[in-house]
């Protein structure tokens, strides 16, 4: 069993800063890659950012591109959102996610992709 577990969000001014985390737990794995995406009340689960388990590749979504920053630590199988000049429309629950493997060009910014998720963490900037 992999278990992801996401710390790090709370509340935050508009243009501060978040540096949420998550650590894959259980047995042995090594994914493909990593994702976060956010859920706002109401709304669609979307992509927010991915980064390749092995090399250098990053994906932002446009909304994140520019102020947020994915990052990975191999050796604590942990992966890391930093977020910053945060706005109030980043509100959302933010959760990370598993890629077990590779299925295609769109599969890292779409959820139905991965494999395993976090709980969630609340993220929630004020104006």
């Known amino acids: 069993q992999v278990h992801l577990v996401e710390s790090g969000g709370g509340l935050v001014q508009a243009g501060g800063s978040l540096r949420p985390s998550c650590t894959i737990s259980g047995r042995t794995y090594s994914p493909y890659a990593m994702g976060w995406f956010r859920q706002a009340p109401g709304k669609e689960r979307d992509f927010v950012a991915a980064i390749a388990w092995r090399g250098q590749d990053t994906y932002y979504a446009d909304s994140a591109n520019g102020r947020f920053t994915i990052s990975r630590d191999n050796a604590k199988n942990t992966v890391y959102l930093q977020m910053n000049s945060l706005k109030p429309e980043d509100t959302a629950v933010y959760y990370c996610?598993?890629?077990?493997?590779?299925?295609?060009?769109?599969?890292?910014?779409?959820?139905?992709?991965?494999?395993?998720w976090g709980q969630g963490t609340q993220v929630t900037v004020s104006s």
């Open positions: 996610a598993a890629l077990s493997y590779y299925r295609g060009s769109d599969s890292l910014r779409s959820p139905r992709a991965y494999d395993y």
